[in-house]
């Protein structure tokens, strides 16, 4: 909005100065707007349950992936083990006669990760619905990086057919599917 303000010059005649500014109107309608987008938006960022999910998806996707991509090309096989009711999961070399853990790229230690309570903070609240690879808690990859179902009981693999893990975290429920054959990951 602009408004114009009249002055006499030394002559006497007018001069038109122009001054920008707001109306009152105009500032109301922006704030009312701010706060409409405001009430829109805080709910969705309160509820953080979404992006601990993904995270802690996108965490052992990774995981996975490098143990498939290791056992590619160290030409071995690899386990990954998941132990639901912990919260956790581990990535060996060995599963028979005794446990060998690779060490984690990152952290240098047994590969061993938790998620849940006694995980790291932003996955804290997520946990393992379901895991399940032909039913089994373990997926191992061979050579190729073909995935396989382990039976721990039996120490046999067969070749998968279905794998899915399951997060929970809230009410929010996040799969992650392997592929039989390939290996490939895909995040439902």
């Given amino acids: 909005m602009a408004i114009v303000r009249h002055q006499r010059n030394r002559t006497g005649g007018l001069i038109s100065n122009l001054t920008r500014a ?3 109107i105009e500032i109301l309608v922006v704030v009312v707007i701010l706060g409409i987008a405001a009430a829109i938006v805080v709910p969705a960022i309160g509820s953080r349950s979404d992006l601990k ?14 143990a498939q991509n290791r056992s590619i090309s ?7 083990r998941f ?15 005794s446990v060998v853990y690779i060490k984690h790229p990152v952290e240098a230690s047994d590969f061993i990760v938790n998620i849940g309570t006694n995980g790291a903070k ?15 808690a373990v997926l191992a990859f061979d050579e190729l ?14 070749a998968m057919t279905t794998g899915k893990i399951t997060l929970a ?3 929010l429920k ?7 054959f390939s290996g490939e990951l895909r995040l439902n």
């Fill in 145 to 158: 990086g073909t995935p396989y179902s382990y039976d721990v009981a039996t120490a046999t693999p067969t």
């Fill in 174 to 180: 996040l799969t992650i599917t392997i592929e039989p």
């Fill in 74 to 80: 160290q030409q071995k096989w690899h386990w990954v």
């Fill in 83 to 97: 132990d639901k009711a912990n919260n956790k999961y581990d990535v060996v070399e060995q599963i028979a006669p």
């Fill in 22 to 24: 707001f109306t009152l």
């Fill in 169 to 171: 975290c809230g009410t």
């Fill in 122 to 136: 932003p996955i804290k609240d997520v946990t393992f619905d379901t895991v399940s690879f032909d039913g089994k």
């Fill in 53 to 66: 999910a993904t995270s802690a998806a996108r965490m052992i996707m990774a995981d996975l992936i490098y």
